[in-house]
């Protein structure tokens, strides 16, 4: 696996940064393959259908990541909410280091691309079910019904996905930090139900 490899991985890694950072509009493909420091037949060779076929496996590349996050988390961690409080101080640290540049890898682009763009809205799809499953899991080995831990994981995904955009807004980590751990609060008040 010599360059050619290399240089579709760094393109994607280049295109995954800058759509979190500035958003899939303003981040044009020149850009993406100045940061990846890819030749430009590179982009072209290894996404043909151009800039959305990027954006999408963008989308399924950054969503993979959190959920092998969450799965890692999640084997380390000794219950859901101590889960949701891990993952709270992992976001925080990263929006600070990242000066609250960064915001979810997912977020920005795809309500820029969805409706418009069925491939973009179906690997946002894939990436959020990913997410929730790896929580359902967690929650559903510690004793919540099928329901619950559904239920609970949507909300979960919602609330830290608010929580990024306010966090960047207010250059604090704050909301992460507080609505993680109002979820961890929550979730042991259902599981607390359940037993």
């Known amino acids: 696996m010599g360059a050619p490899s290399r240089h579709r991985s760094n393109i994607l890694n280049a295109a995954v940064t800058l759509f979190r950072r500035r958003g899939y509009a303003a981040t044009g493909l020149n850009d993406i393959l100045q940061e990846s420091r890819a030749p430009k037949g ?37 219950s859901a909410a101590e889960v ?19 915001g979810c890898p997912l977020a920005t682009t795809l309500l820029e691309t969805t409706p418009q763009s069925p491939r973009m809205a ?8 990913q997410w929730a499953a790896e929580i359902r899991g ?17 909300l979960a995904i919602a609330a830290i996905e608010g929580a990024l955009i306010q966090a960047r ?12 751990e109002e979820i961890a609060f929550l979730i042991e008040a259902r599981l607390a139900k359940c037993e």
């Open 138 to 154: 967690v929650l559903e080995r510690q004793g919540a019904d099928r329901e619950t831990a559904r239920r609970l994981a949507q």
């Open 42 to 78: 590179s982009l072209y060779h290894y996404f043909p259908q151009g800039k959305e076929q990027l954006g999408e496996e963008a989308a399924l590349l950054a969503g993979s990541v959190v959920s092998q996050t969450l799965r890692t988390l999640a084997a380390e961690q000794p």
């Open 84 to 102: 949701m409080r891990a993952y709270g101080r992992m976001l925080a640290g990263w929006l600070e280091a990242s000066a609250f540049k960064d």
């Open 122 to 129: 179906a690997a946002g799809q894939q990436a959020f079910n």
């Open 169 to 180: 807004v207010e250059s604090s980590a704050r909301p992460v930090l507080e609505s993680t």
